[in-house]
């Protein structure tokens, strides 16, 4: 029922601007945009991959909880207190940005239309940057898993990372992050997404990545002062 009804809003909305019903265009020249089912069920997954990642780091630390809990009252306590801390967990900040950027194209339109090549070549650019992103990452991933130290900011560092992209950018995570961030963007067509990265990344700057380089400082200190004159911190 609830799909018959999204439906038949969708088909209502595009014949009052004299649209085909199930198309969309590439920026919405008035009125109320509409998501087709495409968007729609995009939004949904990355929602649900938000909502996984947030119960991930509680169950993260429930965990690490639990097992420090096992040993010495006071080795626990400093070791739970022993990670960098941020204001959100990473992961939310750009997924938070992403959705109100769909809810805010649906409400508030941008830009004159577009299509054509220009709607080709903005999604076709869009995909490069989305696979270039995602394939930094995943080599930021592998490289950490070789280095046998946590991904997860809320656990204890075991080691400094000097090697795979991180000989080329101290916070590969966010770089290229931030790359897949645009990329979908572009090849979701989502306007006032793309508007927000720049919130994404002053958001991730001030709230999570100055905060990890004081931790770091801290805990690795001569060799992290080291690395940091040598490598920069994006590019």
């Known amino acids: 029922m609830g799909r018959d009804m999204a439906a038949w809003l969708c088909c209502a909305g595009t014949r009052e601007r004299g649209q085909r019903p199930g198309s969309a265009p590439f920026f919405y020249p008035k009125g109320r945009g509409t998501m087709d089912n495409t968007e729609f069920s995009i939004a949904v997954i990355i929602g649900t991959l938000g909502s996984l990642l947030v119960g991930w780091t509680a169950d993260e630390r429930g965990h690490c909880a639990v097992r420090r809990s096992m040993s010495m009252e006071k080795a626990s306590v400093s070791s739970l207190s022993d990670h960098s801390q941020v204001v959100v967990f990473p992961p939310v900040i750009p997924v938070t940005g992403f959705l109100l950027g769909v809810v805010l194209k649906w409400l508030v339109p941008l830009g004159p239309m577009l299509?054509?090549?220009?709607?080709?070549?903005?999604?076709?650019?869009?995909?490069?940057?989305?696979?270039?992103?995602?394939?930094?990452?995943?080599?930021m991933i592998v490289t950490m898993k070789r280095a046998r130290t946590p991904i997860h900011n809320a656990r204890t560092p075991t080691t400094l990372v000097e090697s795979g992209p991180f000989r080329f950018t101290?916070?590969?995570?966010?770089?290229?992050?931030?790359?897949?961030?645009?990329?979908?963007?572009?090849?979701?067509?989502?306007?006032?997404?793309?508007?927000?990265?720049?919130?994404?990344?002053?958001?991730?700057?001030?709230?999570?990545?100055?905060?990890?380089?004081?931790?770091?400082?801290?805990?690795?200190?001569?060799?992290?002062?080291?690395?940091?004159?040598?490598?920069?911190?994006?590019?």
Request: avoid cysteine.
């Open 115 to 139: 299509g054509g090549p220009a709607r080709i070549i903005a999604r076709g650019l869009g995909g490069l940057l989305f696979a270039f992103g995602i394939g930094g990452f995943a080599w």
């Open 170 to 235: 101290r916070n590969p995570m966010y770089l290229f992050g931030s790359i897949w961030y645009a990329g979908l963007a572009l090849l979701l067509v989502e306007p006032w997404s793309l508007a927000l990265l720049a919130a994404v990344v002053v958001t991730t700057h001030y709230g999570v990545v100055l905060r990890e380089e004081e931790y770091l400082e801290r805990r690795f200190g001569e060799a992290y002062r080291r690395y940091r004159a040598r490598v920069p911190r994006y590019w």
